[in-house]
């Protein structure tokens, strides 16, 4: 089946740094990735939607200067929190798109801002 | 816009009891409808998924879900649990040409001894 993995999986940074989750669809090539974010006790998010070869779509009310997404090649994109505080402690999953309804997800990446 | 609902968030069970999460959408366009699992600190594995055709859909654990465009739900069963099934169930709606997957909150399936 179709793999995708996520690194680092646990990542604990100081405030007012940056951070980089990698997003890798393994054995396929994704045009699309999707990045979502999870809160304790609630649903997936949808961040925003990277397009290889092209700027990322962000959702309403996700600040695009504050999560920089780049989806350098058909097999990788990547998630930037920058400048990050302890309010952006949280769970990260991204998705990459294998077909048309055909989403396959990563395992997920602990952000925790100290 | 579409949007989804899941009425519980917590359903405990007994082992080898049947159970039912239920989930309801709502779109203003045709959708494709999905059930993923979450173990712990996980990403989601797809359970099952409605595309077209029998609207009731099956996953190789047994689990069920059956579409009912009329009452606009998505219900996911299966007649008996086991403790390994305890996890965080998600219903998510896809509609439109975005591909864009909106989910339910979760219900947390807890198959108790």
């Known amino acids: 089946g179709a793999v995708v993995s996520q690194h680092p999986s646990r990542v604990i940074c100081k405030s007012g740094t940056s951070v980089k989750i990698e997003c890798r669809s393994l054995?396929?090539?994704?045009?699309?990735m999707f990045w979502y974010r999870q809160f304790p006790k609630k649903s997936l998010m949808l961040m925003a939607t990277?397009?290889?070869?092209?700027?990322?779509?962000?959702e309403q009310g996700v600040e695009k200067d504050k999560f920089l997404i780049n989806h350098a090649s058909l097999t990788l994109s990547t998630l930037t929190v920058t400048s990050a505080h302890p309010e952006d402690s949280s769970f990260y999953i991204c998705?990459?798109?294998?077909?048309?309804?055909?989403?396959?997800f990563g395992p997920g990446t602990r952000l925790t801002v100290t | 816009a579409q949007s989804v609902t899941q009425l519980d968030s917590q359903v405990p069970v007994f082992e080898e009891a049947p159970v039912e999460l239920r989930c309801n959408y709502s779109?203003?366009?045709?959708?494709?409808l999905f059930w993923y699992v979450q173990y712990p600190n996980q990403g989601l594995q797809l359970l099952l998924k409605?595309?077209?055709?029998?609207?009731l859909v099956e996953s190789i654990n047994g689990f069920e879900a059956e579409f009912n465009k009329s009452q606009t739900s998505f219900h996911l069963r299966k007649p008996s649990v086991h403790i390994s099934d305890t996890a965080e169930y998600f219903c998510?709606?896809?509609?439109?040409?975005?591909?864009?997957?909106?989910f339910g909150k979760g219900t947390l399936l807890t198959v108790n001894p």
């Open positions: 998510a709606v896809m509609g439109g040409s975005n591909y864009k997957l909106t």
């Open positions: 998705s990459a798109r294998l077909d048309r309804d055909e989403q396959y």
């Open positions: 054995d396929f090539q994704a045009t699309t």
């Open positions: 779109s203003s366009v045709s959708v494709y």
């Open positions: 409605y595309l077209s055709g029998s609207t």
């Open positions: 990277s397009n290889e070869g092209s700027k990322a779509t962000y």
